[in-house]
Antibody, heavy 118, light 111 residues
Framework: EVQLLESGGGLVQPGGSLRLSCAASGFTFRTYGMSWVRQAPGKGLEWVSGITGSGGVTYYADSVKGRFTISRDNSRNTLSLQMNSLRAEDTAVYYC???????????WGQGTLVTVSS | QPVLTQSSSASASLGSSVKFTCTLSSGHSDSIIAWHQQQPGKAPRYLMKLESSGSYSRGSGVPDRFSGSSSGADRYLTISNLQSEDEADYYCETWDSNTRVFGGGTKLTVL
C-alpha cells in the first residue's frame, strides 16, 4: 500500500524558514517523480515544486522560485521542501504527491499545515 | 504553460448523473489530464487519467461510477448514480515538460 506522510508544518513568522518532509512507503521511491502541492485556506490546489526520480532535475512555480528548494533522499525514501523567506501568502496545507508518468499525481499524502504570521 | 478552466460549481440529485468539464488552453488540446476528488477536510484523491482520445484509466479502488470522455480541448468527468459521499471538490490536472497545473476546481453539491 502506497503511503505518503508529511511532517514539519507549523507556525512561522514572515521572513522565517521551515523544512517539510514526506516519508514514502509501499513503492520503489527512486523510480518516481514527486511533487509538492499546496492549498491555501478555502482555495484550490496550487503546484509548488517537482523533482525527478533521481533527484537530478527540479522544477518550481514562479511564486516560490528562489525561495523554496525541493530535494529527495532515495536511501531514506524521503522527499523534502526547504522553505525560506516565507510570506503570509505561503500559508497553506502542503501535500506531497507521487507522480505516475503521463498519468498525473496518483497518490497524495494527508498534508501538513504551514501558517506564516507574526 | 497550459491553463485549465473549470466551472466553479455544480449540483445534482442523489442517484442521478453529473458531468464536469475541464477545458485546456489553446495549443494544449492534445494533453493528457488527471481528475482528482477532494472531499471536505480531506486530502485529494486520484480518480483517473484521461487522454485526448477519450481513453481513461481509473485509479486504484475508484468505482466504475466514475468515467471520463474527451472532445477537442474539453475533458469530462461523469459520475453516475450519485451518492452522498460524492459531494466534494473536483480538480483536473495537467503538465508539460517543467510544470504542473491544476484547474480551479468544481464544487459538487448532491441534492
Amino acid at each position: 500500500e502506497v503511503q505518503l506522510l508529511e511532517s514539519g508544518g507549523g507556525l512561522v513568522q514572515p521572513g522565517g524558514s521551515l523544512r517539510l518532509s514526506c516519508a514514502a512507503s509501499g513503492f520503489t521511491f527512486r523510480t518516481y517523480g514527486m511533487s509538492w502541492v499546496r492549498q491555501a485556506p478555502g482555495k484550490g490546489l496550487e503546484w509548488v515544486s517537482g523533482i525527478t526520480g533521481s533527484g537530478g532535475v527540479t522544477y518550481y512555480a514562479d511564486s516560490v522560485k528562489g525561495r523554496f528548494t525541493i530535494s529527495r533522499d532515495n536511501s531514506r525514501n524521503t522527499l523534502s521542501l526547504q522553505m525560506n523567506s516565507l510570506r503570509a501568502e505561503d500559508t497553506a496545507v502542503y501535500y506531497c504527491a507521487k507522480i505516475l508518468s503521463a498519468a498525473g499525481s496518483d497518490y497524495w499524502g494527508q498534508g501538513t499545515l504551514v501558517t506564516v504570521s507574526s | 504553460q497550459p491553463v485549465l478552466t473549470q466551472s466553479s460549481s455544480a449540483s445534482a440529485s442523489l442517484g442521478s448523473s453529473v458531468k464536469f468539464t475541464c477545458t485546456l488552453s489553446s495549443g494544449h488540446s492534445d494533453s493528457i489530464i488527471a481528475w482528482h476528488q477532494q472531499q471536505p477536510g480531506k486530502a485529494p484523491r486520484y480518480l483517473m487519467k484521461l487522454e485526448s482520445s477519450g481513453s481513461y484509466s481509473r485509479g486504484s479502488g475508484v468505482p466504475d461510477r466514475f468515467s471520463g470522455s474527451s472532445s477537442g480541448a474539453d475533458r469530462y468527468l461523469t459520475i453516475s448514480n450519485l451518492q452522498s459521499e460524492d459531494e466534494a471538490d473536483y480538480y483536473c490536472e495537467t503538465w508539460d515538460s517543467n510544470t504542473r497545473v491544476f484547474g480551479g476546481g468544481t464544487k459538487l453539491t448532491v441534492l
